[in-house]
């Protein structure tokens, strides 16, 4: 087993060691079930049922449930058919192709002010960096003047309690409250919809936009909650693998980095475990599913995180790779922004050729993550003559 990926397992053997090791025993066959519950670990299993399985997206324990908890009403994440596609296309824009590049400068003024320490030979924390730059990008998504730092806390705090209480098994008292209060707290933060700042081209930045009230408010708590939590997962654990495996001359090369990006997000597989419940008998990949199955979609097993070590000169297919983002109409949507995200954080980081030298790893966090990550530059290696990220 690699360094890298010696290092990486941390973050699942620390924050739920149970669940990881029962995940692991069961991997060898595509999908198994154990009792009520279904799991599902293999490439073509977790896309038939992304694709063809019929799903309760509002059932207690599943992402669009705790979507719902969030809102108090239907949200991206809960619902079907024509509610489905209207909030895809409410939040297209700002996630799209021009809503990712007119949100670039933000982040990128984030990496280059907070990793500028590196030069001097400083030490710098990435898991911090991840969480304002995760902040500053979400306030600016939503169009909203709060504190980008207390965003990312407030969208931190509701994502850990949500996923507290709907983990499988048995809850501790007041999980469910503390739910309904995290998520109280952050819907308060953000402000109603329709309340954000005018773009500078004239265009209202409001990612909510056209869903006022209650679910416009819960789809606004909702994206920030999925960005939050997924950035601050998924940058630092990309940086420490891009370090322990000695990846920084792809990361500095504009040709190869794109294929780095999809491989660190392949392996790290943000969001690891998808809950859902089936609505109806279905199958998956041989495996009868009943209508109210439990369905645990394992999307690194899917995704070969497990057993595929990341490469950029001989990357995963992109079928495979696509998985840790879903599938079919359940794709995610932020997917084009995690990729760039991730690609200017390797390019700011690349010149400096960091290592690792301390990582504690979360244990209350909503996805296996780090608690701190502190890096330093090779300042035998370093390039800190090259450009300006927001010169490139």
Do not use: I, K
């Amino acid at each position: 087993m690699s360094a890298a990926r010696r290092r990486d397992r941390r973050v699942y053997l620390s924050a739920h060691p149970v669940l990881f090791a029962l995940l692991a025993a069961a991997r060898r066959r595509p999908a198994v079930r154990l009792g009520g519950t279904v799991l599902v670990h293999g490439s073509e299993a977790y896309r038939q049922v992304l694709t063809r399985v019929p799903l309760d997206r509002s059932a207690a324990g599943t992402t669009g449930g705790a979507g719902r908890q969030l809102s108090g009403g239907g949200v991206l994440f809960d619902q079907d058919g024509g509610g489905h596609r209207d909030s895809r296309r409410a939040v297209a824009d700002g996630l799209g192709a021009a809503g990712v590049e007119r949100l670039r400068p933000v982040w990128r003024e984030v990496l280059g002010r907070r990793l500028a320490p590196l030069a001097a030979g400083r030490t710098v924390d990435l898991v911090p960096v991840a969480r304002e730059l995760a902040g500053a990008t979400v306030c600016a998504l939503l169009g909203t003047d709060a504190d980008p730092s207390a965003v990312a806390c407030a969208a931190a705090d509701a994502a850990a309690a949500a996923v507290r209480d709907h983990l499988p098994g048995p809850r501790r008292p007041g999980t469910a409250r503390a739910a309904a209060q995290a998520a109280a707290r952050l819907t308060s933060l953000l402000g109603p919809a329709g309340d954000g700042r005018d773009g500078e081209d004239g265009e209202n930045g409001d990612c909510g936009e056209g869903g006022g009230g209650e679910d416009g408010a819960g789809l606004r708590a909702m994206l920030a909650v999925a960005a939050v939590s997924t950035t601050v997962a998924a940058l630092p654990r990309a940086a420490a693998w891009c370090a322990d495996a000695g990846w920084w001359d792809p990361a500095a090369d504009d040709r190869l980095r794109p294929a780095l990006v999809s491989e660190l997000l392949r392996v790290t597989a943000p969001s690891p475990l998808l809950p859902r419940v089936a609505a109806a008998g279905a199958e998956a990949d041989g495996c009868p599913v009943r209508a109210g199955d439990r369905l645990l979609l394992v999307a690194r097993h899917a995704a070969l995180a497990h057993s595929r070590e990341p490469d950029p000169y001989r990357p995963a297919p992109p079928a495979v790779a696509q998985l840790v983002f879903g599938a079919g109409p359940h794709a995610c949507p932020g997917a084009r922004l995690a990729r760039a995200q991730l690609d200017d954080t390797l390019a700011a980081l690349a010149p400096y050729r960091p290592s690792v030298v301390r990582a504690w790893a979360d244990r209350a966090a909503a996805l296996p993550g780090w608690r701190s990550l502190t890096v330093r530059a090779d300042t035998d290696r370093a390039d800190t003559d090259r450009a300006p990220l927001e010169d490139r």
